[in-house]
């Protein structure tokens, strides 16, 4: 019994701080750095609470991933400066360079041209 006990409390342990390690860098990684912008081609603008948003992902989360879009979530307070900066009205938005592509309509006829 007390075998088991020693193995079971390091791998509780274990688990938990992987647990820990994973949330946090998971909860992290949605605050989008000034350097990731500007290496950034693709950069989409979103929000959580955005149902065009949503249908986007849902329906052209494969094409996005695969040009390796960079996705900014606006729903993070971190991430709002980028709303003034880069002149933000609505979401979804898509950045390729300069050139500013506003509303599922348009980013789905861009991405179909890639």
């Known amino acids: 019994m007390k075998k088991l006990l020693y193995l079971l409390i390091p791998l509780i342990f ?42 986007l992902l849902e329906k052209k989360g494969q094409e996005i991933h695969q040009k390796d879009m960079l996705l900014v979530d606006l729903t993070e307070k971190a991430n709002q400066k980028y709303q003034e900066e880069y002149g933000l009205v609505s979401v979804p938005t898509l950045f390729v360079g300069k050139k500013e592509y506003i509303g599922t309509q348009y980013i789905t006829q861009y991405l179909e041209t890639l």
């Open 14 to 55: 274990c688990v938990s701080l992987v647990s820990i390690l994973f949330f946090t860098t998971t909860e992290d990684s949605k605050v989008v750095s000034e350097t990731q912008i500007k290496r950034a081609k693709f950069i989409l603008f979103y929000r959580k609470d955005c149902s065009d948003c949503k249908e």
